[in-house]
């Protein structure tokens, strides 16, 4: 590991508002702060956002300078990249935004039901190869339900079309509610009519601008998860990305997956 990754990681062990645990297992126990991330946390009743995958966390520390009076978690299990946008938050004083270093497949074990108001998945591996992975499957769609509040918000951001397409699919087929939905965000801003959105969906990562230098279009998508109802996966089959990554190939020789 390199002197500079070592440094970020001693940085993000000493910052109190980052928290990690990234050792959990299916069988680990729940986490101390499960249920008390107002009270012992924030030390604040206000809403609680998460977005997962926050990478360097861009997205969730520009929510936090536009609305000071919520409270957002950036969760990644990568401390290296984490340590930006945790750095950016204490510096500029941010106590709304917090980070949790953990793989989200166990997010279930940190949050209490009812704790989690919304939650933002910003250009996430669409893991084209395994339904179970995609932030959007069911799989995931329950495990939010166990903390989400009942018709909590569900925001996704993306360069894929396969995962706008997948999770479309699932959206529709499980008849969600939708709030908002583009193919092209930044050239159908003008349908969304809330200056507050807007300013949002305005909000650029890393990897977003680089997807934008290439020529691709941002697809976004805007539902509610009721609690109520069986979910079920769609049965399709969907053209697989062209790519997977900057500059890298998509990982499998398939046209299409499920």
């Known amino acids: 590991m390199s002197k500079n990754k070592l440094s970020k990681f001693s940085d993000m062990a000493s910052y109190s508002h980052v928290v990690e645990a990234p050792f959990q297992t299916p069988s680990s126990e729940r986490h101390p702060l499960y249920g008390k991330w107002h009270s012992d946390f924030f030390h604040n009743d206000r809403p609680i956002v998460l977005e997962l995958g926050c990478g360097r966390g861009e997205y969730c520390v520009g929510l936090g300078r536009m609305f000071p009076h919520v409270n957002f978690i950036g969760v990644d299990i990568k401390g290296a990249r984490m340590w930006s946008g945790a750095t ?18 166990f997010i279930h074990n940190f949050f209490a039901p009812g704790e989690v108001a919304e939650i933002w998945l910003t250009f996430s591996d669409p893991q084209m190869k395994k339904v179970s992975k995609r932030l959007t499957s069911t799989f995931f769609l329950n ?17 894929s079309n396969f995962l706008f397409t997948y999770t479309d699919f699932v959206v529709r087929t499980n008849r969600l509610p939708v709030l908002f939905q583009t193919a092209d965000l930044y050239h159908t801003l003008d349908a969304e009519t809330d200056p507050a959105v807007r300013s949002i969906l305005g909000i650029h990562t890393y990897y977003e601008d680089q997807w934008l230098s290439r020529g691709l279009t941002i697809k976004y998508l805007k539902f509610r998860l009721p609690q109520e109802g069986v979910l079920q996966e769609p049965d399709v089959e969907i053209e697989m990305d062209s790519y997977r990554s900057y500059n890298r190939s998509k990982r499998s020789g398939c046209d299409t997956s499920k």
């Not at 495990?143 to 360069?159: A, N, S, V």
């Open 88 to 105: 950016e938050a204490l510096r500029d004083g941010l106590t709304n935004v917090g980070f949790l270093r953990t793989h989200i497949e």
């Open 143 to 159: 495990r939010y339900r166990q903390f989400l509040i009942d018709g909590g918000i569900i925001h996704l951001k993306t360069d």
